[in-house]
């Protein structure tokens, strides 16, 4: 049987290639996609819902599915605010797999990080860590957890300095090995891949994803 999903973030690295795949493929007969601003191309099975945290609860009604998709995160250069910063990382996604599993959803799938701690002294890595924690205590069925290191991709006006970072990645690399291999850096568009892979597996309880992990189901 064929499912339906929803995917959070879907206008970004990774939620914008999840999307597409998503949409390709056979697993899932009709995809919500939840926006600040609408995806420029139409397709079928999808469906765009324009919401962010302040907005939710009022189109929750249109927020039924199986399997939710959580692509949400910022930066501090986005984001210089540390509130503002918390809200977008942390307090969304929770929001997020609160609504839909009230709304009989069974399985989340959320972007961490490698490294999410909720005793980290680094704030990013702390968030990530709160926000993991407050998704499982939800409840869901399957919660799914996916902490890649630096991600590579094509993003919107990368600059100059971005790509001689990914070249030197792909130079450092094969040089973490052993328990260093989950720091390797990772094509946004693999962990996507992974997602929608994990998707279809369907394994209940819940799963945390390494590099290694995601690499595998890519």
């Known amino acids: 049987m064929q499912k339906s999903a929803i995917v959070f973030g879907a206008t970004g690295l990774i939620g914008g290639h999840l999307l597409r795949y ?3 493929r056979s697993t899932h007969s009709k995809v919500t996609a939840v926006v600040r601003r609408k995806v420029t191309f139409n397709h079928p099975k999808l469906h765009q819902v324009v919401a962010d945290l302040q907005t939710l609860n009022e189109v929750g009604d ?4 199986d399997d939710v998709f959580c692509c949400l995160g910022t930066t501090r250069k986005k984001t210089p605010d540390l509130n503002a910063y918390y809200q977008i990382d942390h307090d969304y996604p929770v929001a997020a797999a609160k609504l839909t599993k009230d709304n009989g959803a069974k399985a989340f799938f959320l972007v961490s990080s490698v490294g999410a701690n909720t005793e980290s002294s680094n704030f990013y890595l702390r968030i990530k860590g709160e ?3 407050d998704v499982k205590a939800i409840g869901m069925e399957q919660n799914h957890i996916f902490r ?3 991600l590579t991709g094509q993003r919107r006006g990368k600059r100059f300095l971005e790509e001689v970072s990914e070249g030197i990645l792909a ?4 040089l973490l090995i052993g ?3 989950r720091y390797r850096s990772i094509p946004a568009a693999s962990v996507a891949r992974a997602m929608s892979k994990a998707a279809k597996e369907a394994a209940s309880g819940n799963h945390i994803y390494y590099w290694d992990d995601i690499k595998k189901l890519a």
């Open 62 to 65: 249109l927020l039924v599915a």
């Open 171 to 174: 130079i450092v690399n094969p």
């Open 22 to 24: 998503l949409l390709d």
């Open 179 to 181: 328990g260093l291999r």
């Open 131 to 133: 926000t993991e924690r």
């Open 148 to 150: 890649p290191s630096l």
